[in-house]
């Protein structure tokens, strides 16, 4: 009886911290977006996002084709105290009103980190309120929840400019990797192929849009990894084939870039429509559940279209439900590192004001 009444009384104990509400400050400089955002709500249920701004720094990277580290720390540096006091102020909230400073920790640019770091914990020492160190890649796989309440466990598809990964998600702080990229993450493939022909900065939203004016039957690319076992991928034989098959087309027509864009485009569909399958069934054959999984992709190259209609479809055919976040949600964003934020204070993780940023933190490193 005692160990009966002991389980059960964990479990309401879980219960209760669960159920409790939660306004939470997020703060996210972990690469070239300075943001902060006030979300309230507690997990089970989605949350509320009453402040999330985000400052892109396109322009000051744009000259170069990518994001330059010490740029984007400056950048950091000039204009996060004023975003956190516009959220502050559009939230109707002064600091003292909010529960928690949670920021980003990592992975990311060790420059930006520590700007946001920093910052998060000093909020949060002036206004003697708990610190959370967030994982960006945990905020990223929790942003489902913050939505539509996702429950565990469920598969997680993480497709941004630094990450391509597959995971199992079982509950916060326990995840299990099915797949991850062998060389390039999937955003980095646009960003360097929209650099490659010209098309600009960032890489992801100039290819789909000339992918939608293209032919993606011009050019024969292969497919990295299709066709075989696991999850992993591997996007760096696409790049060169597409920066092979573009060199011998200079100078290019608009044809041309619009047809390799396209066809660029669906050769990393096929793949990750491949190494997603793969996933599913391996999650479904461990699982015991009867109805649909809840299949989540999150991350910036989670908002183009075309892979979200394709692996809508997939989802669909293996007995999965997808949850997208919103287009803004899917790109760095506060918001969902303050929705992580709430996640870990429900269960009463926090961290102490010695944190230090973590440039390489792997999900599988990460405990409840």
């Not at 009384?9 to 879980?14: C, F, L, N, P």
Request: aromatic share 6%; charged share 20%.
């Amino acid at each position: 009886m005692d160990s009966i009444s002991t389980a059960a009384s964990k479990q309401m104990t879980r219960q209760m911290a669960t159920s409790r509400q939660f306004t939470v400050l997020g703060i996210e400089t972990s690469c070239d977006e300075t943001a902060a955002a006030i979300v309230s709500g507690a997990p089970g249920k989605p949350g509320t996002i009453r402040s999330n701004l985000v400052l892109s720094q396109f322009d000051e990277h744009a000259p170069y084709g990518g994001v330059v580290p010490e740029i984007a720390a400056r950048a950091h540096i000039d204009h996060l105290d004023s975003l956190v006091a516009s959220a502050l102020r559009e939230a109707d909230l002064t600091l003292g009103g909010v529960d928690a400073v949670a920021a980003t920790s990592g992975p990311g640019l060790v420059g930006g980190l520590m700007v946001g770091l920093v910052t998060g914990k000093s909020l949060a020492f002036a206004a003697n309120k708990p610190f959370v160190a967030v994982n960006h890649l945990e905020a990223h796989a929790l942003t489902a929840r913050l939505v539509d309440a996702t429950p565990f466990p469920y598969l997680v598809l993480l497709v941004s400019g630094g990450h391509s990964q597959l995971l199992e998600a079982r509950g916060v702080g326990d995840y299990s990797l099915l797949g991850t990229t062998l060389d390039d993450a999937v955003g980095e493939a646009f960003d360097k192929t929209a650099k490659l022909m010209g098309l600009g900065y960032p890489g992801g939203p100039h290819v789909e849009k000339w992918a939608l004016k293209g032919d993606p039957k011009r050019f024969d690319l292969p497919r990295p990894m299709k066709g075989r076992p696991g999850s992993d991928f591997s996007f760096a034989g696409l790049k060169t084939a597409l920066r092979q098959t573009v060199t011998k087309l200079v100078p290019l027509t608009e044809t041309d870039l619009a047809d390799a864009a396209a066809s660029f485009q669906a050769a990393v569909a096929d793949a990750i429509e491949d190494r997603s399958r793969n996933a599913m069934r391996t999650m479904r054959a461990a699982s015991d559940a009867d109805g649909p999984i809840p299949f989540v992709v999150a991350g910036g190259v989670a908002s183009n279209k075309t892979l979200r209609a394709r692996l809508e479809e997939l989802a669909t055919a293996e007995g999965f439900s997808l949850t997208a976040p919103p287009l803004p949600l899917c790109t760095d964003n506060a918001a969902m590192i303050a929705w992580a934020g709430i996640e870990r204070m429900a269960i009463s993780s926090t961290d102490g004001l010695d944190t230090g940023p973590k440039p390489r933190w792997p999900l599988a490193d990460l405990s409840a």
